[in-house]
């Protein structure tokens, strides 16, 4: 946060002096104006980080002003100053964005705390949304989930995507291998530029070499016309080999002379080509293992395993697979023009608990198989269909409890202790909730949240909160 500064809204000029010189123990930087109409010049000239507004103003009413700098979205807090003790010109204040309320005569204390705490307030507003922006991503390029498995991912793809140094990614099938290349494109410097994806297992091997560098007239049976290559087409892109250990050894050697030189020779061509070209690779084999069974050139894997990048199974990205699930069946419930809106309970638990061994793949083409033989306003569970070694809940967990008078706690806790009638503040109640949750499934966050009809996410944004708080 730079240095906070601070602009007094006050028509008395006796009273902003006043106001002046509370504040001077603060140390900040603070301007006076005397009208709305000059508040609203300053705050659009330079923001301030409080600004106290007093709202008896001559020209225009002080919650105007208000309301234009809240409508406005500005990053100011306002501290609220009239003389009129009314709870309803609080309330509205506070309505239209105050951050407080302040009655005249105020004592040089009470200002001086106010303001600090505007201030404090606002710095971990920013903090909060630095923290959402650049750690706390839900999505990213392609990417949906928010587990902390992904956020490092994210920040991998950060730190990489500038440089034109190779990657290689590894991951399970239906891990996301070339959403993780395309995202690493789209971020990079050459985003401009064409991505080329090819995969190197659905081309027969005899074709494979003409697809990358191309092939000149009657190269071979067929080739009745020159052609160009993947490394032509990505010139000044990317080149995304998909399953780079499929490709024949023979091939290999060509491939690292491309990557070597940066030049090649179209099939049956004997003019040498420049391809200025990023190269990502990717396999979901173990790359090592395939260099010790002789199956992939060692000095081609350190050419191109410079940035490595594993990305996780699903079954590794706590809370994940809700987040997609939700987003896979409103994609799909749009695509198909059903009404379901999102998934019961039960349904819920099943799909975090499950540990989804084909990955985003898989899941996917789960929730389509709901949303196309199905419809309703939620899934159920026995909606779901058949997946390997899938459990099927405990009767109890999968019917509803019945439902009492009084609003319940969530299923399996406690009603909240209220000794002696004294209600205490509803985010500690909150927290005992969540925390007790979490206890209850032995550590299991999707598991918590499926339980307390929540998304996993906003278990995880409410503990960094809290973990913030603490600070």
């Excluded at 002046?20 to 006076?32: A, E, S």
């Excluded at 697979?321 to 069946?329: H, K, Q």
């Excluded at 779901?384 to 609003?407: E, N, R, V, Y």
């Excluded at 032995?442 to 339980?451: F, H, K, M, S, W």
Aim: aromatic content about 6%; charged content about 25%; hydrophobic content about 40%.
């Amino acid at each position: 946060m730079n240095q906070p500064n601070i602009l007094i809204v006050e028509d008395s000029r006796a009273l902003a002096g006043l106001f002046v010189q509370f504040l001077r123990p603060g140390g900040w930087p603070v301007t006076t104006v005397e009208t709305g109409g000059a508040a609203l010049e300053a705050v659009a000239r330079q923001p301030p980080h409080v600004m106290v507004l007093d709202l008896g103003l001559p020209d225009i009413d002080g919650m105007e002003v208000l309301r234009r700098v809240n409508d406005l979205k500005i990053p100011t807090k306002v501290v609220v100053v009239t003389a009129r003790e009314s709870l309803q010109v609080a309330v509205d204040a506070m309505r239209c964005g105050a951050h407080d309320f302040l009655a005249k005569p105020i004592s040089a204390d009470r200002l001086l705390v106010t303001v600090r705490n505007a201030l404090d307030s606002g710095r971990l507003e920013e903090i909060v949304t630095t923290y959402r922006e650049q750690i706390d991503r839900r999505g990213y390029h392609g990417f949906i989930g928010s587990s902390l498995a992904m956020q490092a991912i994210y920040r991998i793809i950060d730190a990489a995507a500038p440089s034109k140094a190779p990657v290689f990614i590894t991951g399970d099938s239906g891990t996301g291998k070339e959403i993780c290349a395309d995202a690493i494109h789209r971020q990079g410097q050459r985003r401009d530029r064409p991505f080329v994806a090819l995969n190197c297992a659905a081309i027969p091997h005899d074709l494979i070499e003409s697809e990358i560098f191309g092939h000149v007239k009657g190269a071979f049976t067929g080739a009745t016309a020159d052609r160009q290559g993947a490394a032509a087409q990505a010139k000044g892109g990317t080149l995304f080999l998909d399953e780079i250990c499929e490709m024949d050894i023979s091939l290999q050697s060509k491939l690292l002379r491309l990557i070597q030189t940066g030049s090649f020779q179209k099939v049956g061509g004997t003019r040498l080509e420049e391809a200025d070209v990023r190269f990502i690779a990717a396999t979901n084999r173990d790359p090592h293992a395939e260099v010790r069974a002789g199956r992939f050139r060692e000095d081609l894997f350190y050419r191109l395993h410079v940035i490595p990048i594993c990305l996780p199974p699903l079954r590794e990205r706590e809370g994940d697979a809700l987040e997609l699930a939700e987003a896979f069946l409103k994609r799909h419930a749009l695509e198909e023009k059903k009404s379901f809106t999102g998934f019961s309970a039960a349904a819920r638990e099943m799909l975090a608990s499950y540990p989804w061994p084909g990955n985003v793949r898989q899941l996917e083409n789960a929730i389509r198989n709901i949303v196309v033989l199905h419809d309703g306003p939620e899934v159920r569970p026995e909606m779901l269909p058949p997946l390997p070694g899938l459990k099927p809940l405990p009767a109890t967990a999968a019917a509803p409890p019945p439902q009492p008078a009084a609003a319940p706690c969530a299923p399996g806790l406690k009603e909240p202790d209220l000794k002696d009638n004294v209600l205490r503040p509803l985010w500690m109640q909150e927290r005992e909730i969540i925390e007790r949750a979490i206890a209850l499934c032995d550590g299991n966050i999707p598991r918590a949240a499926a339980r307390l009809d929540v998304s996993p996410s906003t278990i995880y944004r409410k503990r960094q909160s809290w973990e913030l708080s603490e600070l």
